[in-house]
């Protein structure tokens, strides 16, 4: 079935430094969302992306979309000790449900 | 806002025991999803429903069962809980996913402990 991998599983930065975690998927993907969960909280949503080498920002956030659309970027730039958390990439099935990626873990050192 | 609830955060349960988690969402969302989260494994699906008194198995579905009597409503059951069962549950909701996908929202979690 569908599998959505992501790595690194975990990431260790200085605060100041840039981050990416990334997403592929073993099919083509009618869209990717990504997700943010804090320590202790549930995942919420950041962002959905549909074209194909779609790129759209939120602040130091950059998401992308390959151009096959199996795969898939969320870059941070200057690390802040508010970006710590695990971050998911989720992908439709065949099924129409959504699965998630096994998430990386974003720890920033102040 | 839409708000997804599960009615318990933390339970601690005898190996063999029926449990139940509830869920309630308040948005009319026809999906509704059961998650479990574990460490290094992220996030794996153990059962959808799309529908009341639908259901379709996620990844994971071996040793649960789930009910769907009210849209609102998503009952994930452990018939005997086990302790590899020990995990924390995240129930979701959306609208019905079309190709361009829809939002999930999360519950808070239940943390299960099976003793």
């Known amino acids: 079935g569908q599998q959505v991998m992501q790595i690194p599983q975990y990431q260790h930065v200085q605060e100041g430094e840039d981050f990416t975690t990334y997403c592929n998927s073993s099919?083509?993907?009618?869209?990717i969302q990504w997700y943010k969960q804090r320590p202790g909280g549930h995942p919420v949503f950041l962002i959905q992306l549909v074209k194909s080498g779609e790129v759209k920002k939120q602040k130091r956030l950059t998401f992308q979309f390959g151009e096959a659309k199996k795969n898939s970027s969320l870059h941070i730039t200057a690390t802040q000790t508010t970006d710590v958390g695990t971050y998911f990439c989720?992908?439709?099935?065949?099924?129409?449900?959504?699965?998630f990626g096994a998430g990386t873990r974003l720890t920033v050192k102040p | 806002d839409v708000k997804v609830t599960q009615s318990s955060r933390y339970l601690v349960k005898r190996t063999g025991e029926k449990v139940f988690l509830e869920c309630v969402q308040d948005?009319?969302?026809?999906?509704m999803f059961w998650y479990r989260q574990d460490p290094g494994l992220g996030l794996r699906l153990i059962y959808f429903?799309?529908?009341?008194?639908?259901?379709e198995k996620g990844d994971i579905p071996e040793g649960y069962s789930v009910s769907r009597e009210k849209k609102e409503r998503f009952s994930l059951i452990l018939e005997s809980a086990s302790t590899n069962q020990t995990s924390m549950y995240l129930c979701?909701?959306?609208?019905?996913?079309?190709?361009?996908?829809?939002?999930?929202?999360f519950g808070e979690g239940s943390w299960l402990t099976v003793v």
């Open positions: 948005m009319d969302h026809e999906n």
């Open positions: 429903s799309y529908d009341v008194k639908m259901k």
């Open positions: 099919t083509t993907l009618s869209n």
């Open positions: 989720a992908g439709p099935s065949n099924n129409n449900d959504m699965r």
């Open positions: 979701a909701s959306s609208w019905a996913a079309g190709t361009t996908g829809n939002t999930i929202y």
